[in-house]
């Protein structure tokens, strides 16, 4: 099983960055995906930005242009750039990953999940 815990959340104005981290520890095989997926209060969750072993990245319309997914292998780290930050990007911010390529995008949810991180944006 694969252990994930995320962090680098907190608070900004509105137009503000944050990079959130993923550390993963356990075993991922040379097949996987890793993601980003957050949820608000009384909204149901939605994918953010997910990437596999072939470096192959998919962002949500939503965060095109002001996100920016990347990984060090090295390091197992996820990691979510987050720039020109909205209110509407508000909410509880989770890690996740399967051991297959494309466990990560739908229809399938993944295997594995983080804790969850806080971002707060403010007006």
């Known amino acids: 099983q694969v252990q994930l815990v995320e962090s680098g959340g907190g608070s900004v104005q509105a137009g503000g960055s944050l990079r959130l981290s993923c550390a993963a520890s356990?075993?991922?095989?040379?097949?996987?995906?890793m993601g980003w997926f957050r949820q608000a209060p009384g909204k149901e969750r939605e994918r953010v930005a997910t990437?596999?072993?072939?470096?192959?990245?998919v962002y949500a319309n939503f965060v095109k242009g002001r996100f920016t997914i990347s990984q060090d292998n090295a390091k197992n780290t996820l990691y979510l750039q987050m720039n020109s930050l909205k209110p509407e990007d508000n909410g509880m911010y989770y890690c996740?990953?399967?051991?297959?390529?494309?466990?990560?995008?739908?229809?399938?949810?993944?295997?594995?999940w983080g804790q969850g991180t806080q971002v707060t944006v403010s007006s």
């Open positions: 996740a990953a399967d051991r297959w390529t494309y466990g990560c995008l739908p229809p399938r949810v993944p295997s594995d």
């Open positions: 356990g075993y991922l095989r040379s097949s996987y995906c």
């Open positions: 990437i596999n072993n072939y470096g192959s990245i």
